[in-house]
């Protein structure tokens, strides 16, 4: 039997995406740049280069487009639509990204990035994403909003020590609603390490801080 040719077989085009998200005032952001085909906010991706690792590709758009460095997000899913793309075949693996604020500081200053709340992204606001990337983003806040159900500070947001209010702020912009605040604290507090400090009661009278528990 003949031997086959790996280029005898039709091969789509291989893209990255990342979903990166940041709170800032409460308000849970999107971190977007202008997708150079469409002149339209997108997601910050790129084409996978020749014998390339996704992760470097990843971490090449997040860089060179975004001004985000640093960081190692998360695979999230495989995109392989075929008419996810009207340039052609692209078959884009997702990931998911959560920072603190400052992390998106060199981007935003450099003009580069731009950060839009998630209530304003299609299809819930005026915000219309190219491609496909509004399931994207759809699957990437689903997840983080499982993950911040299950545990108080999965992606390491909140800079420690921090005090239960801090916390339960975090959660609720990533939630997009209001939590109880007793219900809150019996489900994260033990999951916390105490530092047996309290805060300087600037921003209130002093409350106890805590520690991501490791």
Do not use: C, N
């Amino acid at each position: 039997m003949p031997h086959s040719d790996l280029t005898d077989y039709p091969r789509p085009s291989l893209a990255v995406d990342t979903a990166t998200f940041t709170v800032l005032d409460g308000i849970l952001f999107l971190a977007l740049v202008t997708d150079e085909e469409s002149g339209r906010l997108a997601l910050p991706g790129t084409f996978v280069h020749e014998r390339e690792r996704l992760t470097h590709a990843v971490l090449r758009s997040q860089r060179e487009k975004a001004g985000i460095t640093g960081r190692e997000p998360r695979q999230l899913r495989v995109f392989d639509d075929p008419d996810r793309d009207d340039r052609g075949w692209v078959v884009a693996v997702a990931h998911l990204d959560v920072v603190a604020p400052e992390v998106v500081e060199e981007g935003l200053d450099a003009g580069v990035l731009t950060l839009v709340p998630v209530t304003e992204v299609a299809p819930h606001g005026p915000i219309a994403l190219p491609y496909d990337h509004p399931r994207v983003v759809a699957e990437a806040l689903s997840r983080i909003r499982a993950e911040y159900a299950e545990a108080p500070d999965p992606w390491h947001v909140l800079a420690s020590p921090f005090t239960l209010g801090d916390l339960r702020a975090l959660h609720e912009a990533v939630a997009g609603e209001e939590l109880q605040r007793d219900s809150f604290r019996r489900h994260m507090e033990p999951r916390l390490e105490p530092t047996g400090r309290m805060s300087d009661g600037r921003r209130g009278r002093p409350t106890r801080l805590f520690a991501h528990r490791t």
